[in-house]
Nanobody, 118 residues
Framework: EVQLVESGGGLVQPGGSLRLSCAASGFPFRDTPMSWVRQAPGKGLEYISGINSYGAITHYEDSVKGRFTISRDNIKNTLYLQMNSLKPEDTAIYYC???????????RGQGTQVTVSS
């Protein structure tokens, strides 16, 4: 059974940083492309970043490019999202997803809440 458990969210001031983690199990993580998506209040799911199975290829949507960095540790079966220069419009529930690096994949975790506010 695929399990994805996100953590690391919280309340941060504009301009601050957070590092999200996604612990994966139940599938061959090291062979699986991964992505991060988010859902802001009252809005649909938004794909923001993806990474291939080896971690050599990454992609970012314009809304986060230059501020967020996706990475993975295939030994620890963990996906990361380093978020810098956070803005109020980054407030959302953040989910990791498996199976596709270019969009929402086959499944996602329960999410972690990120709130950017002064």
């Amino acid at each position: 059974e695929v399990q994805l458990v996100e953590s690391g969210g919280g309340l941060v001031q504009p301009g601050g940083s957070l590092r999200l983690s996604c612990a994966a199990s139940g599938f061959p993580f090291r062979d699986t492309p991964m992505s991060w998506v988010r859902q802001a209040p009252g809005k649909g799911l938004e794909y923001i970043s993806g990474i291939n199975s080896y971690g050599a290829i990454t992609h970012y949507e314009d809304s986060v490019k230059g501020r967020f960095t996706i990475s993975r540790d295939n030994i620890k079966n963990t996906l990361y999202l380093q978020m810098n220069s956070l803005k109020p419009e980054d407030t959302a529930i953040y989910y990791c997803s498996e199976g596709n690096m270019w969009k929402l994949g086959d499944s996602r975790g329960q999410g972690t809440q990120v709130t950017v506010s002064s």
